[in-house]
């Protein structure tokens, strides 16, 4: 194996522990995204975060990110900002299906959930099909 494709594989693992561990470390909210149709992970699928404001009772918009190669969007939200409340993650899976040719019967899958300690880690993960989708709390 050349010298080259060896530093390659090194820099992808150490990208990929980079990755983890900002997303262990960082925020206590994760997710990831499993396409179970195809027995691959959710790459480059548009993910948005939002609060509800109880008072209003309209969502606020926390943050918006895209899913890595590992179906993973590390960072949703620091432990500063992480609080009691309710929170909703949307998934824009209508626009991952164009991408990859096909079309869905869901243009886009929200996930709400109340969160009462803000103090633990959450693991809300999506594991999804053209027609179908499932979720629920990992660690």
Known sequence: ????????????????NKCAEMAAS????????LNIGMGIPGSQLGISLHFLNPSAATWNLITTGTTNDDGRCPGLISRETFK??????????????????QTSFYPYVEIVFTITEPSQKFHVPLLLSRFSYSTYRGS
Do not use: C, N
Request: proline share 2%; net charge positive.
């Open 1 to 16: 194996m050349s010298v080259q494709r060896l530093q390659h594989i090194r820099d992808h693992i150490l990208a990929a």
């Open 26 to 33: 960082e925020s206590p909210l994760t997710t990831h995204v």
């Open 84 to 101: 009691s409340g309710t929170y909703k993650l949307r998934f824009e899976t209508g626009q991952y299906w164009e991408k990859m040719g």
